[in-house]
């Protein structure tokens, strides 16, 4: 075919938006339609004379060599993909058939752009990902790390980067591909993720153009790259935070297309932020005293259920300690609510401080609170853990200027020696209580495995 042939036919080809190569042997372009310029970006007499490996995506380099050998060998592709960098610096994605004319030597092939299509996959795939990582993360650190997995899939990720914003104490670097002292202490992060907050637009970071020692090369080799990307978390109520990526220095610069991906993932991402945040505020709910951050009976059951199967298959001891301050209602007759809710609040915590880690507090309602004890090695362990408690509690409180002195009654019932089985445990932990009360307050009964139900209140 002549090269007024090609010309004749690309006049035809540029109805479809199509484009016409033709190279040598060694892939140097002999011929190039003029609609390969809404490809490429280059004038055809720009590309001209120059290899194909000058303007392909270097990590598709190996792929593309391989394939031009099979074609100059006779096969046909139809069907090749591949991605070359634009004279803007951005990537085009391609897909090309080519054939080998063994009379010319040389490569003929039409490429077509399929960006567009290449950009709608990637975003339901990032959607879907998204989607399940949210369902499967199992809290918000967990969905961090993921979401981080997502990206480096869709687009060159050296350094990823979240910071969440919030507007009484302003930008904190949640999530990191380093460390996070390394994040806060980087000038182009910390720049980059504060011009996003305060101009609330995506913001873009341009390395100096590199030096390029012949003329030869393409011109999108001497332009500045974007190497890192900033766009906001925008939610339903503003702006929630960053999404930055950066990429290496050997991965092709960032384009328009990896913006608008990242813009894209951003608000998908901002979404699912607030969807986890606002179930785990649910679950809070649901499973936490809203006055002291304790457990509430609910989770404290699911928790001795399993504290009951352990000690069972573990043939161990285990405790539990019902407690009672002793004439809360004079505190709220006489100094008023606010300062009984102080007194409760602090009473969980100095409770939290008293006992181990792997023991459970919670809050049954008004001013009863019921303690988990697992592990224990005998009964004199659960006396002294109950007694630290009483101690702690005998001490002053302050709460809104007024110092207050209360006491506890504790009762304490051991498994298996006083039930095996939960409603056995807090009945006879809640009537040791009751007799503790009884005799005077502010001390801990253990439970003798007899339940009184008569009760006169005290």
Avoid at 176 to 199: F, N
Avoid at 353 to 381: C, H, K, P, S, Y
């Amino acid at each position: 075919m002549s090269e007024p042939s090609y010309k004749v036919l690309s006049n035809y080809i540029d109805l479809l938006l199509d484009a016409i190569c033709v190279v040598d042997k060694h892939g140097c372009f002999e011929f190039i339609s003029p609609g390969a310029e809404r490809i490429f970006g280059y004038k055809p007499h720009e590309m001209l004379g120059h290899s194909m490996l000058e303007f392909i995506h270097p990590e598709d380099m190996l792929l593309t060599l391989a394939t031009a050998e099979q074609i100059n060998q006779g096969a046909v592709k139809l069907d090749f993909e591949n991605r070359y960098i634009r004279k803007d610096g951005s990537v085009v994605h391609l897909l090309w058939s080519a054939r080998w004319s063994e009379d010319k030597q040389q490569r003929i092939a039409v490429a077509r752009d399929i960006s567009s299509l290449k950009l709608a996959q990637r975003r339901q795939a990032a959607l879907y990902a998204i989607s399940e990582a949210a369902f499967a993360a199992e809290d918000i650190d967990q969905l961090y790390q993921q979401l981080h997995q997502i990206i480096a899939g869709l687009m060159p990720v050296q350094r990823f980067i979240i910071a969440r914003y919030d507007h009484k104490k302003g930008l904190s670097f949640v999530y990191s591909s380093e460390q996070a002292i390394a994040v806060a202490a980087s000038p182009l992060a910390s720049d980059l993720c504060h011009r996003v907050i305060h101009s609330g637009q995506s913001q873009l970071y341009r390395s100096k153009p590199a030096e390029s020692c012949s003329t030869a090369k393409p011109l999108s080799v001497i332009q500045p790259n974007i190497t890192a990307l900033a766009v906001p978390l925008q939610s339903h109520s503003g702006i929630i935070g960053v999404l930055m990526a950066q990429h290496g220095p050997q991965a092709a610069g960032y384009g328009q297309a990896e913006l608008e991906m990242l813009e894209f993932v951003a608000t998908q991402v901002a979404l699912t932020i607030e969807r986890k945040q606002m179930l785990a505020r649910l679950k809070f709910h649901a499973l936490y005293d809203q006055l002291t951050s304790l457990p509430n009976r609910e989770l404290f059951q699911d928790r001795m259920h399993s504290a009951l199967a352990r000690a069972e298959r573990e043939q161990g001891m285990l405790a539990l300690l019902y407690l009672d301050l002793d004439k809360f209602k004079q505190v709220n007759d006489n100094y008023g609510h606010s300062v009984g809710d102080g007194l409760l609040q602090q009473t969980a915590s100095r409770i939290q401080q008293a006992i181990r880690q792997t023991d459970t507090a919670a809050r049954f309602g008004g001013d009863e609170f019921v303690i988990l004890l697992e592990q224990l090695q005998d009964e004199a362990t659960a006396w002294q853990l109950a007694e630290n408690i009483r101690q702690r509690l005998a001490e002053p409180f302050l709460i809104n200027g007024q110092q207050l002195s209360i006491n506890p009654s504790i009762g304490v019932a051991i498994y298996p020696q006083h039930g095996r089985e939960q409603k056995e445990l807090l009945l006879s932990a809640d009537e040791a209580m009751y007799l503790a009360k009884k005799a005077g307050g502010n001390q801990v009964k253990l439970s003798d495995g007899l339940f009184l139900f008569n009760r006169s209140a005290n």
